[in-house]
DNA sequence: AACTCGGGGCA
DNA sequence: TGCCCAGAGTT
């Protein structure tokens, strides 16, 4: 397991690969990040794009989203799958919204994730982003990397995951490191090609060193 | 803890 | 054409 010490050294090098990692998402208030990542769950970002600029030039509020038959908003957002559960969750939270939090996005954690659709992840991503909340989002890219270095156990939960984290990484540094380990995640560290021969971190990553020794016993 | 939901992108 | 992508809700 890495230490604090050692943590911080390797979000040091990752912060060097990746300097202006930010939220790929595009939006341009905290209603508009709320859809998006609730739609983003389960698909890449670059597809939800795709879908964002078209539905929140339709979509301006939660009565917009309201207004229209479910059926109009599921062909809205059809392209990125899982369109039904999305499309109602997304009607869900309007109505709690409006009847809630005077239409306006919850700004804490507790209150996002009582919301359809909203769980650990995009709630974190939701007050970090919008709102400047320290917060360290576990999504898969977060989750593989931090297991393949050896920053916590294989084992852990999502939920473990984020308060080791939290714990081995200074508060200030949550929401940059959080983007950070997302982009060595998502275009270095790859689920299937971890790309270890060109990676500044392979010499002190527990899983790198592992492939690399049994790539040297064939 | 395991299972389910789903179309797009790429080999 | 089949594998890979990537969270929330339910049981």
Not at 7 to 20: K, R
Not at 201 to 216: F, H, I, P, S
């Amino acid at each position: 397991m890495m230490s604090k010490k050692q943590t911080i050294e390797a979000l040091d090098l990752i912060a060097e690969m990746f300097p202006d990692a930010e939220c790929e998402l595009t939006h341009s208030n905290p209603f508009e990040l709320l859809i998006a990542v609730v739609l983003s769950a389960q698909c890449t970002d670059a597809l939800v794009n795709k879908v964002t600029p078209g539905l929140f030039a339709k979509y301006k509020k939660p009565e917009d989203y309201i207004a229209v038959p479910l059926e109009e908003l599921e062909q809205d957002i059809r392209s990125i799958g899982l369109f039904r559960s999305k499309a109602k969750n997304i009607k869900k939270l309007s109505q709690a919204l409006l009847e809630q939090h005077n239409g306006e996005v919850p700004k804490t954690r507790e209150e996002l994730v009582k919301l359809a659709g909203v769980g650990r992840k995009t709630a974190n991503v939701v007050t970090s982003v919008a709102f400047g909340v320290p917060a360290i989002a576990v999504d898969t890219h977060v989750e593989r990397v931090s297991k393949r270095l050896g920053i916590c156990r294989w084992k852990d939960s999502v939920k473990e995951v984020e308060e080791t984290l939290m714990k081995k990484i200074p508060k200030e540094r949550w929401s940059d490191a959080h983007h950070q380990f997302i982009f060595f995640g998502r275009y270095h560290c790859k689920a299937q090609s971890p790309q270890c021969d060109t990676c500044p971190l392979l010499d002190r990553c527990r899983e790198g060193q592992k492939r690399m020794k049994a790539r040297e016993g064939k």
